[in-house]
């Protein structure tokens, strides 16, 4: 049990363009997710708490412009990056909180994003 | 603002050798401290957690409040230790994790 989807598992888009990255808990309810960047060699560093029905809530530091969180269901959040630049190329990590024992955290596999 | 620091980014040990991973924090309140574990090839995952004092895969962590440390430890290290070890902390009535930079651990048969 506890899985977590996220998909996909790596994009390359061009300068200027919107990713979408999707993660979903398969076999149970999250109302809270996280999204979480890391770069080469470094930290994963939070960037958002994604509550279900209601707004992320953002890091200091994060755009909330740049990175869209939505968490329209208790199953799925998605982060889209909008206008995306070199810069925003980097690995993206979900994960959800489990329902059973508070503050586990079940993790997605990332997506790799490379902005051309 | 909370902070975590593990300060051996590679730490390779023999064998049958014990292991300490070292983890210290800074946090204004009391926090919640976890070990996050992330074998080859696959997605991060919750070793074990302070409150429930508990070995996991022979790993114990001891929360020392005097020294705001959380190390992990293991008597014998084998080599399906050899993996990616966060230390993490969650502030008190959070859910959110911090992270620690984290330190890869080798074991040499």
């Not at chain 1, 930290?43 to 992320?56: D, I, P, Q, V």
Request: with cysteine; hydrophobic share 35%.
């Amino acid at each position: 049990g506890a899985v977590v989807s996220q998909h996909p598992s790596r994009v390359i888009c061009k300068s200027g363009t919107s990713v979408k990255i999707e993660c979903r808990s398969l076999d149970f309810q999250a109302t809270t997710m996280f999204w979480y960047r890391q770069f080469p060699k470094q930290s994963l560093m939070l960037m958002a708490t994604s509550n279900e029905g209601s707004k992320a809530t953002y890091e200091q530091g994060v755009e909330k412009d740049k990175f869209l969180i939505n968490h329209a269901s208790l199953t799925l959040s998605t982060l889209t990056v909008t206008s995306a630049h070199p810069e925003d190329s980097s690995f993206y990590i979900c994960s959800a909180e489990g329902p059973w024992v508070k503050n586990i955290q079940y993790f997605g596999a990332g997506t790799r994003l490379s902005v051309l | 603002a909370q902070r975590v620091t593990q300060p051996e980014k590679l730490l390779s040990v023999f064998k049958g050798a014990p292991v300490e991973l070292k983890c210290n924090y800074s946090y204004s309140g009391s926090p919640e401290l976890f070990w996050y574990v992330q074998y080859s090839r696959q997605r991060l995952q919750l070793l074990l957690r302070h409150i429930s004092r508990e070995s996991i895969k022979g790993f114990t962590a001891d929360l020392n409040k005097g020294e705001t440390s959380f190390h992990l430890k293991k008597p014998f290290a084998q080599e399906e230790d050899s993996a990616m070890y966060y230390c993490a902390l969650s502030g008190a009535g959070a859910n959110n994790l911090f992270f620690g930079t984290g330190t890869r651990l080798t074991v040499i048969p």
